[in-house]
């Protein structure tokens, strides 16, 4: 009776290259950590300001235009000259 | 007891005199403060501010730092309305204003302050100095 073989790589499954498996991934893990190109990320240690009036977005300033001449017009005992 | 009584009373004087000033705003009362602080802004002790509101330049009188207080309350009422309507921040429509207001409404001479919080007075017949993010 022939024996009937389940995959062309069925070297890979023997016990040393397992334990060479083993071996590698770790070391591999290691080596990612140590390239360059990784990002450390850090807390902060102060707070983080956000200065919203600077941060207003031109378009949205285009957007208003209208509206803000409106809010002037309608109110003018809140815009005195 | 009695002075407490007056004290009282005129602290509700007070506080009536005020809301009708809050509220009314055509009062004669409410038209004088206004022209007070039409004069500061044409003295440069007030001045319209990039962000949408009054800012005081320097030494004002109580009076009018009061009223300019009051105005910029209801501008951010103002604001408020406008924002909730165009799904804005009231930061942005403040901002947006306040470019309107720098660039239409200072006269020359007159004080206007920058995002940064420094003091300029239109000079002449030069344009004012609008932030970046005004439109042209």
């Known amino acids: 009776m022939k024996r009937s073989i389940l ?13 060479w498996r083993n071996l590698l991934a ?3 893990l290691a080596a990612m950590a140590m390239l360059p190109g990784c990002i450390q990320v850090t807390a902060p240690d102060k707070p983080i300001e956000i200065n919203l009036n600077i941060n207003v977005k031109q378009e949205v300033l285009v957007k208003l235009q209208k509206d803000a001449e409106d809010l002037i017009q309608a109110n003018p005992e809140l815009f005195p000259q | 007891m009695k002075t407490r009584t007056m004290t009282l009373a005129a602290a509700g004087l007070a506080l009536a005199l005020s809301l009708t000033v ?11 403060q206004t022209g007070a602080v039409s004069a ?5 002790t007030v001045g319209e501010q ?15 730092k009061a009223e300019v207080e009051s105005i ?3 501008r951010r009422a103002a ?3 406008l924002a909730a309507k165009r799904g804005v921040s009231v930061a942005a429509a403040a901002a947006a204003t306040g470019c309107k207001t720098l660039s239409s409404r200072v006269g020359p001479g007159q004080a206007y302050r920058l995002l940064d919080g420094s003091w300029a007075v239109r000079n002449g017949s030069e344009p004012v100095q609008l932030p970046a993010n005004c439109p042209a």
Request: no cysteine; net charge neutral.
């Open chain 1, 26 to 28: 770790p070391g591999g």
């Open chain 2, 79 to 81: 604001y408020t309305d």
């Open chain 1, 7 to 19: 995959t062309s790589r069925r070297d890979d499954a023997t016990r040393s290259a397992m334990a």
């Open chain 2, 40 to 44: 500061a802004l044409a003295a440069g």
């Open chain 2, 22 to 32: 809050g509220i009314g705003g055509f009062g004669g009362y409410a038209l004088a």
């Open chain 2, 50 to 64: 990039a962000d949408g509101y009054l800012g005081i330049r320097g030494a004002a009188s109580a009076d009018i």
């Open chain 2, 72 to 74: 910029n309350i209801k």
